[in-house]
């Protein structure tokens, strides 16, 4: 009898354990179904903002949050209509040990505005989405991978590197980095007025721009019109270099 008592005990523990761990897991998880051309704004204080094409209908989006004071942090769902826009809220005079990671699934062949893909202290990811696209950090990396229509990315102190499958439009796009390095993938058939500059770091491309160094200094910097010239494309760096290639 008391081992029978002991095994449920502990079976009831083990069932309270994988109970809390589900729940923290899903501190947030809502599924929208939203038209072409509607809007994405997903942004975190503290942690990861990971977006991800899939051969779904519905946008769904998940937030977890982590660290000794995650209870302090809010999850604040703001979308209205057509538009998705999930942030974060910390208490005031907070130095809070928390972290949210957000992460959200889209369909692969629906064009979206993801006018805001954002995380201050963390990285931002984004893969095979469609639409046009602004993502930026202020510490830590952003990568853009395998997206169709436009797209400018930025860092403050982290790298950025963006490789675009097929241009759509003629939005402008910039691509910048205070102290890191900026890499850049087009498609070959490149139409714009490109303008690259760095104060301290290399440039490269296979566009056959060529590189101009400053006189006095280690400023470098390249222009030139690609094509009919239809979108003006920036990158520029800090301390960092610069590269611009094509697929």
């Known amino acids: 009898m008391i081992r029978r008592a002991f095994v449920f005990s502990a079976l009831s523990g083990t069932l309270l354990l994988a109970i809390a761990a589900s729940a923290a ?3 947030f998880q809502k599924s929208y179904k939203l038209g072409a051309g509607s809007q994405i704004r ?7 903002v990971i977006v991800t094409a ?22 604040e769902d703001r979308s209205t209509g057509n538009n998705i826009d999930i942030g974060v809220r ?3 005079q907070c130095n809070c040990d928390a972290s949210v990671k957000i992460e959200a699934q889209v369909p692969r062949s629906t064009s979206f505005r993801f006018d805001h893909i954002s995380s ?9 989405v469609t639409g046009q696209l602004k993502a930026s950090a202020v510490s830590g990396d952003v990568h853009v991978t395998n997206v169709s229509g436009s797209v400018s990315a930025s860092s403050v102190s982290g790298d950025v590197q963006v490789n675009i499958d097929r241009l759509e439009g003629t939005d402008d796009m910039k ?15 490149l139409d714009a007025q490109v303008e690259i500059s760095s104060m301290s770091g290399d440039i ?8 101009e160094q400053a006189k006095y200094g280690p400023h470098r910097s390249a222009r030139r019109t690609l094509g009919a010239g239809a979108r003006h494309l920036k990158m520029s760096s800090v301390s960092g270099s610069l590269s611009l290639y094509h697929n």
């Open 54 to 75: 899939y051969d779904g209908d519905a946008v769904i989006v998940k937030a977890t949050k982590e660290g000794r004071d995650r209870d302090q942090v809010e999850i």
């Open 90 to 92: 910390y208490p005031k």
């Open 25 to 27: 897991a899903q501190d």
């Open 120 to 128: 201050v202290s963390g990285n931002v990811q984004v893969t095979g």
């Open 42 to 48: 997903l942004g975190t204080v503290s942690g990861d």
């Open 175 to 189: 691509f910048s980095s205070v102290s890191g390095d900026v890499n850049v993938k087009l498609p070959s058939s």
């Open 204 to 211: 490269k491309n296979d566009f056959g721009i060529e590189v």
